[in-house]
């Protein structure tokens, strides 16, 4: 009879154990999604399956988020109602990643309302392994001349004199004449040289 309860006891506590661990993962889970709280005018990237474009926040709430047409060669991006795009949000400290459809546009300044996101995911600047095997090497961006301070699997930091803001589309040409993509996801005011300058934090596309 001992034997039989202690084999209980021992049961309940390894479910107890399990269901507790479970809890703490799924709850880990969570909270990488983000709650997405854009800034006024924010910029977004939204991707197709004919290729990325730039847009801007204009207004935003529980019913969908409103956005500037995507341009390109001057002419609005023929976007379709219940299309699926990828959307980045570029945040202090990283970016926000989520999947949306077009809902509606207005015909008048071809505005697009895109469905708010409901699952999103914070990629965080720590969570990727920065490699400075290449600091202090020139680059080229945008055609006139870089600093790298350090690389990710997916950005690029550097110095610069050019003057970038968040939201820019990039080229980067590397040390090893390699092209890297991408836009700007931050700017803080540095030294360049003797000059003042910008450091930039690019996600690459």
């Not at 207004?59 to 341009?71: A, E, F, H, I, N």
């Not at 299309?83 to 505005?111: C, K, W």
């Not at 040289?193 to 690019?202: L, P």
């Amino acid at each position: 009879m001992i034997a039989l309860l202690s084999l209980l006891a021992m049961v309940a506590a390894v479910f107890l154990i399990s269901a507790v661990l479970s809890w703490v993962f799924v709850s880990a889970g969570r909270s990488r999604r983000a709650a997405v709280v854009p800034e006024e005018n924010a910029v977004l990237r939204l991707r197709g399956a004919n290729g990325m474009y730039r847009c801007r926040l204009l207004r935003w709430g529980g019913d969908g988020w409103w956005v500037t047409s995507p341009l390109s060669r001057n002419a609005y991006v023929p976007l379709r109602i219940g299309q699926t795009l990828s959307a980045e949000l570029g945040v202090a400290g990283g970016a926000i990643l989520f999947e949306t459809r077009v809902l509606d546009r207005d015909p008048s300044s071809h505005a697009l309302k895109l469905d708010r996101p409901r699952k999103a995911t914070r990629l965080e600047r720590r969570e990727e392994p920065r490699d400075r095997r290449w600091a202090g090497r020139e680059c080229d961006i945008e055609g006139e001349r870089a600093e790298i301070v350090d690389t990710s699997p997916r950005g690029i930091r550097l110095v610069t004199a050019i003057g970038l803001a968040k939201g820019d589309e990039v080229r980067i040409r590397m040390p090893d004449d390699s092209l890297a993509c991408g836009w700007v996801l931050e700017t803080e005011p540095a030294a360049f040289g003797n000059r003042q300058g910008s450091q930039v934090r690019v996600l690459l596309v």
